[in-house]
């Protein structure tokens, strides 16, 4: 009866789903209008998990399928790892906050039986090439007077703000930018380019993903992510899960060794590690969409305009001849506040990046809780950046190993085959 997850649904990310008004003592936190869940305008950011002070919220725990797969010696498992977790698993596991456990968090998942330990991040580089061609192909068109190229153009790699998108501004479905997540763009690569060089069919092999999120289990489980029937991401761990799991197979994670990702898609450079941030995927785009614009190096890599904590920030960023306005929110009344100036055409930017949660991935529903603790993220803030400096490439188009795959198997961004495997698409959904 605390009420803070109706607090963090309402007023917070303004979904208005769950709500104490008119029912019983057992059911303060149903949804609204007698509806399940799954048919309302929840956007599974997990917030109202993430806030609930006696765990009375759980999401959907995959836990018993992962380890029934590890098991089975006919499948090959492969797992994906997100940006925000290594900055926040080691926290239920003895570590202080703010820990980088990179190195410990693949000996582990190696020690768990996983096959291939490898890393959302190198999907993050592949994002930006996908995402940061786009922009520049958008706004040239624009510029042209292209009047089918619309600006802004809206990040998508958060999938509580795409079913927030599709059923709040389905009028603006042309907006967003059509690359799919990091970690669906890591599913379509795993099943397709990796299977292919280790010669098995995809049905042999199962992708675990393990996620700051809760909304990536909603996200693996949307039917356009799936070939005749097989899931590009079979299962989604929360950062939360795979503490508990790593608990359960009594490894003592604070002693263990560091180990390095397997190759090739455990590669991946600054940029893509600062995904996990709030501002992190629009600085890395424009790291990269800088230098292939201009042909130039850019003069500097950190873009402090773009980072920090106010739920609102925009920024102007010279690129070439043409000066960028950039937006960056988070949390999702924020976001509905600035689409609504950009639908009246009060506010007009060349690009937004939106993530539901506070302070971006770090603060994700799948985390250990935060339970609205701003020192906490900014902890964890701080040691995505530490990371992002301690890396030697720090530009999504220097990753070797993602040129490596266009020039083997995708041929450029945007390209046919991009498309099929990269790219997708949004749908109208229902307002209530
Ligand atoms: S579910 Fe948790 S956050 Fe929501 S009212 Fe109950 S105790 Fe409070
Ligand atoms: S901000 Fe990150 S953790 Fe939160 S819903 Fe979006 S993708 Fe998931």
């Known amino acids: 009866m605390c009420r803070r997850c109706e607090s963090m649904c309402n007023e917070v990310q303004d979904c208005s789903v769950l709500s104490g008004a008119n029912r019983g003592f057992d059911s303060v936190v149903a949804p609204a209008f007698d509806m399940s869940l799954n048919e309302t305008v929840c956007t599974n950011c997990g917030q109202c998990v993430a806030v609930c002070p006696v765990g009375a919220l759980v999401e959907k725990d995959h836990t018993a399928e992962v380890i029934e797969a590890l098991a089975d010696p006919e499948k090959v498992v492969v797992v994906q790892t997100a940006p925000a977790v290594r900055a926040a698993l080691g926290e239920p596991l003895g570590m202080e906050p703010g820990s980088l456990v990179t190195g410990k968090m693949v000996t582990a998942l190696r020690k768990l039986g996983f096959d291939y330990v490898f890393d959302t991040n190198f999907t993050a580089d592949l994002t930006i090439m996908e995402e940061g061609s786009e922009l520049l192909d958008r706004l040239n068109r624009h ?10 153009i809206l990040t998508s790699c958060c999938p509580a703000w795409v079913k927030f998108f599709e059923h709040q501004f389905p009028d603006m479905l042309d907006l967003p930018s059509t690359a799919k997540s990091p970690q669906q763009m890591f599913g379509s690569i795993a099943k397709s380019y990796f299977a292919q060089k280790i010669d098995i069919p995809r049905e042999k092999m199962v992708v675990v993903s393990i996620m ?27 950062t939360r899960e795979l503490a508990s799991l790593i608990k359960a197979a009594n490894i003592e994670f604070v002693t263990l060794a560091d180990e390095e990702f397997d190759q090739p898609l455990g590669e991946a450079t600054g940029a893509a ?5 709030t501002g992190g995927v629009l600085e890395a785009a424009v790291r990269t969409a800088y230098e292939v614009a201009t042909g130039q190096d850019l003069p500097k890599i950190d873009f402090q305009e773009l980072r920090g904590i106010e739920g609102v920030r925009t920024a102007k960023l010279k690129v070439g001849d043409l000066e960028l306005k950039l937006g960056i929110v988070h949390k999702l ?37 935060h339970h609205g603790c701003e020192e906490l993220l900014e902890k964890r803030t701080a040691a995505i950046y530490r990371d992002d400096r301690n890396n030697t490439l720090r530009k999504s188009h220097e990753n070797p190993h993602v040129q490596e795959l266009y020039k083997n198997f995708l041929g450029e961004p945007l ?18």
């Open 143 to 152: 510029l042209a007077g292209d009047e089918s190229a619309r600006l802004p």
């Open 212 to 238: 700051p999120c809760l909304a990536k289990k909603y996200e693996a489980a949307r039917p356009e992510f799936a070939v005749d029937g097989n899931p590009d991401v079979d299962y989604v761990l929360s």
């Open 273 to 277: 590690v600062i995904f996990g941030a």
């Open 333 to 369: 009344s924020n976001a509905r506040e600035l689409m609504e100036k950009i639908r009246s055409g009060e506010e007009q930017f060349h690009a937004i990046e939106v993530m539901s949660c506070p302070g971006g991935c770090i603060g994700g529903g799948g985390q250990p809780y």
């Open 415 to 432: 390209s046919d085959k991009s498309h099929e495997l990269l790219h997708t698409h949004y749908r109208k959904r229902s307002a209530l």
